[in-house]
């Protein structure tokens, strides 16, 4: 089948291209992000694969039908950014990865939590300029604290178990408990309590209607005072202006980001010779205990090759009418 790869980076086209041997298919490969405009890129092709900033909406939807398109296969894990309905009534079949490297995504919010803590990206500015004074980098033991995990599903049942190690208590919320958490003695307990139980919070959830901006004014008024918030998965999770005046005025005592509900415009680019016009990110910038980085928690060898093979897989599965392919139906949005 020939498949138009839009958002293609070079580790995307290796990591493809290497799974593609067992799969033969025509592999077109796009820089540009798929957009209204860019559609017609996928001209001639059966399938598109998208990433996670890529447009979905009914209007590109409607242009990739239009030109004999049959499989939209995403690389990623969420589809929020997909009109599920708008597919259906194309006859598109939205396939996914629904899990790549759990560990990938659960150890980079553990490395937040260690460098936000530590200051360690402060004090690596600070050695190389020649100033090694200590005041201003003093963090506390992990050991014995409380982290609340917000979800805990493949990504947040690894992190629990990496902060257990460490010595932590574990709080978590989820609609459906995991006996795999409650194993290691996790203790699932209703969302404010978490929230004010919690000297970590850290967000491994879903983004869904529901969970829209589920770290709102609110919820950060039921935390105690210095929390460290941190989200590896969706940006719209978390209220970003609601963030910014918790910052200000101490609630939340540090910021780990991987992910902003804004990203689209700003992430999985080289913007360095540019002026960022997102007024709301930069000012995070400004802030000595925001740590921000640029999607990149799912950034791993085992993770991409994860993903390169299981995307390919489901496009032969639907090619040749077998079962296997993670396909998404509009049940996961009504």
């Given at each position: 089948m020939r498949i138009a790869v839009f958002s293609t980076k070079p580790y995307d086209e290796h990591y493809l291209s290497s799974?593609?041997?067992?799969?033969?298919?025509?592999?077109?490969?796009?820089?540009p992000r798929l957009v209204a405009r860019t559609v017609a890129?996928?001209?001639?092709?059966?399938?598109?694969?998208?990433?996670?900033?890529?447009?979905?909406?009914?209007?590109?939807?409607?242009?990739?039908?239009?030109?004999?398109?049959?499989?939209?296969?995403?690389?990623?894990?969420?589809?929020?950014?997909?009109?599920?309905?708008?597919a259906a009534d194309l006859a598109l079949t939205v396939v996914r990865v629904p899990a790549y490297s759990p560990h990938a995504v659960a150890e980079h919010a553990a490395g937040l939590i260690l460098a936000l803590n530590r200051k360690i990206h402060r004090a690596y500015m600070r050695v190389r300029e020649g100033n090694f004074a200590l005041t201003g980098l003093l963090g506390f033991d992990l050991h014995g604290k409380t982290v609340g995990v917000v979800g805990t599903g493949a990504i947040g049942?690894?992190?629990?178990?990496?902060?257990?190690?460490?010595?932590?208590?574990?709080?978590?919320?989820?609609?459906?408990?995991?006996?795999a958490c409650a194993d290691i003695g996790v203790t699932y307990v209703p969302l404010p309590e978490l929230f004010a139980s919690s000297v970590i919070v850290a967000l491994h959830c879903p983004m869904t209607p529901e969970t829209h901006h589920i770290i709102d004014g609110e919820a950060l008024a039921q935390m105690r005072d210095g929390v460290m918030l941190i989200n590896t998965s969706r940006g719209a999770l978390v209220d970003t202006a609601a963030a910014i005046e918790a910052l200000k005025?101490?609630?939340?005592?540090?910021?780990?980001?991987?992910?902003?509900e804004e990203e689209q415009h700003l992430f999985?680019?080289?913007?360095?010779?540019?002026?960022?016009?997102?007024?709301?990110?930069?000012?995070?910038?400004?802030?000595?205990?925001?740590?921000?980085?640029?999607?990149?928690?799912?950034?791993?060898?085992?993770?991409?090759?994860?993903?390169?093979?299981?995307?390919?897989?489901?496009?032969?599965?639907?090619?040749?009418?077998?079962?296997?392919?993670?396909?998404?139906?509009?049940?996961?949005?009504?």
């Amino acid at each position: 089948m020939r498949i138009a790869v839009f958002s293609t980076k070079p580790y995307d086209e290796h990591y493809l291209s290497s799974a593609n041997a067992d799969h033969g298919h025509d592999l077109v490969f796009l820089e540009p992000r798929l957009v209204a405009r860019t559609v017609a890129l996928a001209e001639g092709s059966e399938a598109v694969c998208a990433f996670v900033n890529d447009v979905l909406d009914r209007e590109v939807l409607t242009g990739l039908a239009e030109r004999g398109i049959r499989v939209v296969a995403l690389r990623s894990a969420g589809f929020n950014h997909v009109d599920l309905h708008a597919a259906a009534d194309l006859a598109l079949t939205v396939v996914r990865v629904p899990a790549y490297s759990p560990h990938a995504v659960a150890e980079h919010a553990a490395g937040l939590i260690l460098a936000l803590n530590r200051k360690i990206h402060r004090a690596y500015m600070r050695v190389r300029e020649g100033n090694f004074a200590l005041t201003g980098l003093l963090g506390f033991d992990l050991h014995g604290k409380t982290v609340g995990v917000v979800g805990t599903g493949a990504i947040g049942t690894v992190f629990a178990r990496i902060m257990t190690g460490f010595g932590c208590r574990i709080l978590a919320h989820d609609p459906h408990p995991k006996a795999a958490c409650a194993d290691i003695g996790v203790t699932y307990v209703p969302l404010p309590e978490l929230f004010a139980s919690s000297v970590i919070v850290a967000l491994h959830c879903p983004m869904t209607p529901e969970t829209h901006h589920i770290i709102d004014g609110e919820a950060l008024a039921q935390m105690r005072d210095g929390v460290m918030l941190i989200n590896t998965s969706r940006g719209a999770l978390v209220d970003t202006a609601a963030a910014i005046e918790a910052l200000k005025s101490g609630r939340i005592g540090a910021l780990g980001l991987d992910v902003y509900e804004e990203e689209q415009h700003l992430f999985f680019e080289d913007l360095s010779d540019r002026v960022i016009t997102d007024d709301v990110f930069s000012r995070l910038l400004t802030f000595p205990n925001v740590l921000i980085t640029g999607h990149q928690a799912f950034f791993t060898t085992e993770a991409l090759e994860h993903i390169a093979h299981t995307t390919l897989a489901n496009v032969t599965a639907i090619e040749r009418g077998e079962e296997g392919a993670h396909i998404i139906s509009t049940e996961r949005v009504d």
